[in-house]
C-alpha cells in the first residue's frame, strides 16, 4: 500500500487539524464539519496528482489553450455518518464523480470493549474499472474501512482504490495495509500511534460523527 500522510509536510492543513483536535474549538459542530471538509479538499488535491491526465484544448473568447484533464471515471463512496462533511468537501473538487454510500457502526454484542462492525445501508452505482474513493475520516482499527469494501464488491471491480482519512491509529493503518491490494493508495491527514482499551484513537479528537453531528443514542 502507498501511504501518504500528508501532516508530515509543512500546510495549512495543520491548522484545520489542530482546530478538530482542539477540545475548546471542536465544541462548535459548524467549524468542525466545515475542517474536515476542508481537509477532504486537501486531500483529494493532493490524490489528484497521480490520476490519468488527457490533453485537449478549450476555447477561450481570445483563441485555444491545451490543458491536461482528468480522465478516471471517479466514484465517491464515504461511510455514513461522519463520512458525510468528508464527503462534501471531496465532491467539491471532484464534482462529476459518481456517488455511493454506506452505513458502519460498532455493534458491542455482549462486551462493551469488543464489537463487531455491521453494515446495514448502501446505495452504489457501478464500480468496474473506475477509481473508488472510500472516505471515512477516523482510521482507527480498520475493521469499518475493510468491511465496507467487501460490502462494495458486488458493485464491480475498481481499477483503482483510494482511501481517504482525516486522523489514523497505526494499528488501523497496519490493518488496512494487510487488507488490501499493494496497489491501493491512502490518503491520510495525520497518524497517531494508539488506540485505547475501546479502540479510539489516542490523542485523536473524540467520536467525529459526535462532534459534527451531535451526540446519538446508544443501542
Known amino acids: ?11 495549512i492543513l495543520n491548522h484545520f487539524l ?10 462548535d459542530s459548524m467549524r468542525f464539519r466545515r475542517n474536515i471538509e476542508r481537509i477532504g479538499e486537501i486531500l483529494g488535491y493532493e490524490m489528484s496528482k497521480i490520476l490519468n491526465y488527457k490533453s485537449k484544448t478549450i476555447e477561450t473568447p481570445l483563441g ?3 490543458i491536461n484533464l482528468v480522465t478516471n471515471d471517479i466514484v465517491l463512496c464515504s461511510v455514513l455518518r461522519a463520512g458525510v462533511p468528508l464527503h462534501n468537501g471531496l465532491l467539491n473538487y471532484f464534482d462529476k464523480a ?5 452505513s458502519a457502526y460498532r455493534h458491542h454484542k455482549h462486551n462493551p ?32 474501512m475493510v468491511a465496507t469494501f467487501e460490502a462494495l464488491k458486488p458493485f464491480g471491480t475498481p481499477k483503482a482504490v483510494h482511501l481517504i482519512s482525516v486522523i489514523g491509529a497505526q494499528e488501523g493503518v497496519d490493518f488496512v495495509k494487510n487488507n488490501f491490494d499493494s496497489n491501493t493508495h491512502l490518503w491520510i491527514a495525520a497518524i497517531d500511534e494508539t488506540l485505547n482499551e475501546k479502540g479510539y484513537i489516542v490523542p485523536g479528537l473524540g467520536d467525529a460523527g459526535d462532534l459534527a ?7
Open 113 to 144: 470493549d469488543s464489537f463487531e462492525i455491521i453494515v446495514e445501508y448502501l446505495a452504489c452505482p457501478n464500480l468496474e474499472n473506475k477509481t473508488l474513493i472510500l472516505a471515512d475520516p477516523m482510521l482507527a482499527t480498520g475493521q469499518s
Open 64 to 66: 485555444n489553450s491545451p
Open 98 to 102: 459518481e456517488n455511493a454510500f454506506i
Open 1 to 11: 500500500m502507498h501511504i501518504h500522510n500528508i501532516s508530515q509536510q509543512n500546510s
Open 213 to 219: 453531528f451531535g451526540e446519538k443514542l446508544q443501542q
Open 18 to 27: 489542530s482546530e478538530m483536535r482542539d477540545i475548546n474549538i471542536q465544541k
